[in-house]
Every structure is written in C-alpha cells, then in structure tokens.
C-alpha cells in the first residue's frame, strides 16, 4: 500500500501508540481488501457505545483526532436526561452510564463533538459530493452514500474508531466510482405517489431491501416534489430487511440525474415492481389486533425540526394518557431549538417525553413491561423491537398513517387506549 510520509510516521508511533494501533490496523484491514492507499476522510460518526477498554488502548496518547467526528445516539434507551422519565430502570441504565462518562471523557479530549443521534447531516455533519467518510450507523452510510453521494462503506464500530481517529480510510469498496453503479431497478410508475404516506414510503423501503439485499438499487418514478423527510424514511428500512449501501433516486440524487448514468450505462441485473399491493401486505407485517397502544414511538432516525413542529401542532392543547406513552427521538441541537420555537414546551405540557436514545431501542429493549403494543412509523422500529423483545411487544404500522394524515389525538378521558381508525390514533387515559 502506498503510504504519504505523515502515514508513515503515524505507523512509526511518531504520533503517540493510539494512532500507532490504528493506523497500523487500517493498513492491514485495507492491504487485506486489495485497497491501493488510504485517503483522508472529510468527516466520521461513531458509535456512542464503544466499548471503554479498547477505545482508551486505542487513543493512547492522543489528543486530537485526526477529522470531524460526531456522535451516535445513546444506546439501550438510556440517555441520561430521559430515561427516568420513560420509566427505564435505574438497575439497567447506572452501570452503562458510568461507562458513558469515562467514555465521553476521552471523546471531548479527541474533540469529538457530543451530538448524540443518527441524523449528523441535519446538525452540521454534512460533507459534499464526492467526499470520503466514514459513518457509523447501516442507515447513515446509506443517506450519505445516496442523497449526499459522499462514498462511504459499511464500516463496522472498529474500522469507524480508527478512521475517525487517523483521518485516513482504506481505498476500497464504495469509495471506487465502478462499484456505486444500480444493479437493481425499482419501478413504481404504476403508484400515484402523491397520495403515498410517510409509512408507504417506509413500507416500500422495506419491501425493496428484502429483494436487493446487499446490491445497489435505483428508483425509477419518484416525485422530484419528495421531501427530505419522506426520503428518509424511504431509505433507512433498505438496510434493514437488506443490506443495501447506495439507493440512488433517479433524476433527484447525485449520481442518478438519469436512469442510464445510474445503471452505469448497463442493463440492470433485476428489474423489480412496486405497486398497492406490495405496499399494503408489508405494511401488514407490523399490524396489531390489540385496540390498544400503549406507546407510540417517533424519531427512528431522530426527528428533525421540521417534524417536532408537526408533532407539536398535533398535541396542542391535548395530554397523553398516564398509562400511555409518547416518545420522540430527536438530536439535543434540535430539541435546543425545539425549545426556543415552544415546540418542546408543547410536547413535555402533553407529557411526550424527547430523547436522544435509539428508538429501536437497540441493543436490548428496556421498554418497560407493561407495554404490549407500541404504534410507530419507523419500520426500523417496528423490526427491532419485535426481534429484540422476541414479539413481547407488537408493533403496529398502518395505524400511523393517521399521523401521515395530521391525525395524532391524545386525550384525557379514561382508563383505556382505544384507537379509531380514520379518525385518527386517539390515545385516552
Ligand atoms: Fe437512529 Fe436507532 Fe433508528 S440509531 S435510525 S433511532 S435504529
């Protein structure tokens, strides 16, 4: 591999053992891929749980690190200012806090900036076409890689350390031009999309990635009306029923200003329909009987201003149950501006709780026990709270196209949730 003489140093231990181990670990890593070089990163995102033993054995000795780097979200719904609050034990939460001071220590001292949350791109993370990252998070890489057209790969916790601390990536992967070509083609010309809810395009996003896996995918139908927030939830489910990398947006996204510049000017190896039907029967794969939800879950990926304003409107002058629960994940920079717009004065008088944790509540499910169903409009909720309670909880999908429709009723009148279909989720209490 061909290393610049600052490379070399960093390999010599010149710039102390922590960036030693890294840099050292990237070249094997990237010599083992058949990666030519390594090349400077314009910015990383790393997991916030990293675990504290090998972050310090790799950071010995350093004091800044090498790019800009921003935070994932709090883990194991245990974000220090909300926990309590969603009725998460102290019992669970304590000892993974104690590692999240040592932790945040060693973040501030590489000048990591403290974000805490999975959408980088909407507080200041935000790098240009063209750019190397690195990014932690499945659903990161792939906005980045897509709407951005950033070249990112699908580097797991270690890799990502290590970027972020050096600055420097192996050449390989999504970061070569050849490999960011669709191989598979949606076409949805047969759906009228202006009448498609934000869980349509979640559904879609979902039932695509079951069929292309790990190949790229390019869409060919979509509005160029699409907003970014409906984007988002287009895009985050392909890597989670697949392991999609690249969604390219044909005539929206960078690299796909037309369907043969996003082929890479071949045939596509699959050619793929998405119409009603496809949408309705996977959104059906998160349906619940139960006329009651005890929780409703926003923000997977965190909530941007522009849906804690919606959120805010749709709970004015209402309160959720004390039985029931509403939680909305969102990045603290925008909860801080949620509170000067009285967004948040709004969502806390209603009793909705923010927080800067995983809605998916990966890795464990802290939810508490005496939550059966939980409405949401993140597929990647829906399918990681069922996996990971091992179906405790059910999750109900098609319940929020009420939401989609400005319908978000919480009232206080009783003892029961009941929900009625068109006219909306109407939690009472
Ligand atoms: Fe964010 Fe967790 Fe969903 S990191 S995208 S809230 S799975």
Redesign the pocket.
């Known amino acids: 591999m061909i290393l610049t003489r600052e490379e070399e140093a960093m390999a010599a231990g010149q710039y102390g053992p922590g960036m030693e181990k890294c840099i050292t670990f990237l070249i094997k890593f990237g010599e083992a891929l058949g990666a030519d070089k390594l090349v400077k990163v314009a910015s990383a995102h790393v997991f916030n749980a990293f675990p504290l033993e090998l972050l310090a054995d790799l950071t010995e000795g350093v004091d800044q690190a090498e790019t800009f780097t921003t935070i ?2 709090f883990m194991s719904l245990c974000d220090p200012l909300s926990y309590e609050k969603m009725g998460i034990s102290k019992e669970h939460c304590i000892p993974k806090n104690n590692d999240h001071d040592r932790r945040s220590e060693i973040y501030r001292r590489l000048g990591f900036f403290e974000t805490y949350t ?1 959408v980088p791109m909407y507080i200041g993370n935000f790098p240009k076409k063209g750019d190397h990252v690195s990014w932690f ?1 499945s ?1 990161t890489q792939l906005f980045i890689n897509s709407i951005v057209g950033a070249k990112q790969n699908r580097d797991g916790a270690v890799v990502n350390m290590a970027i972020a601390i050096t600055g420097r990536a192996p050449n390989w992967g999504f970061f070569l031009d050849k490999n960011r070509h669709a191989e598979v083609l949606v076409d949805i010309k047969g759906l009228d999309t202006a009448s498609l809810t934000t869980s349509d395009y979640s559904a879609m996003g979902y039932y695509i990635g079951g069929i292309a896996q790990e190949r790229n995918v390019a869409i060919n139908g979509l509005s160029r009306d699409i907003v970014l927030e409906r984007i988002k939830y287009l895009l ?1 489910p392909l890597s989670i029923s697949g392991a999609v990398s690249i969604c390219h947006l044909v005539g929206i996204t960078p690299e796909a200003p037309d369907l043969e510049t996003a082929l890479g000017h071949k045939k596509p190896k699959e050619t793929v329909y998405v119409g009603a039907e496809e949408i309705k029967k996977t959104k059906d794969k998160f349906y619940s009987e139960s006329e009651q939800i005890d929780l409703v879950i926003l ?4 909530c941007s201003i522009q849906e804690l304003k919606k959120i805010a409107s749709l709970l004015k002058n209402k309160q959720i149950g004390s039985n029931q629960g509403l939680w909305i ?1 969102t990045a603290h920079q925008l909860y801080d501006l949620a509170e000067t717009m009285g967004y948040a004065k709004t969502i806390k008088k209603a009793n909705g709780i923010i927080s800067r944790s ?3 509540t ?1 890795p464990d499910c802290a939810i508490p026990d005496d939550v059966k169903t939980v409405a949401t409009n ?1 597929f ?2 829906a399918h ?1 709270i069922s996996i990971i309670s091992k179906d405790r909880i059910k999750a109900d999908i098609p319940i929020m196209d009420s939401f989609d429709k400005d319908i978000l009723e919480v009232i206080k009148t009783g003892d029961h949730v009941k929900v009625l279909g068109e006219q909306g989720l109407i939690i009472t209490a």
């Not at 923000?299 to 965190?302: I, S």
């Open positions: 994932h979200p999975c998070g659903s985050h923000g997977c990926p965190h994940g995983c809605m998916a990966i993140s990647k909720t990681y």
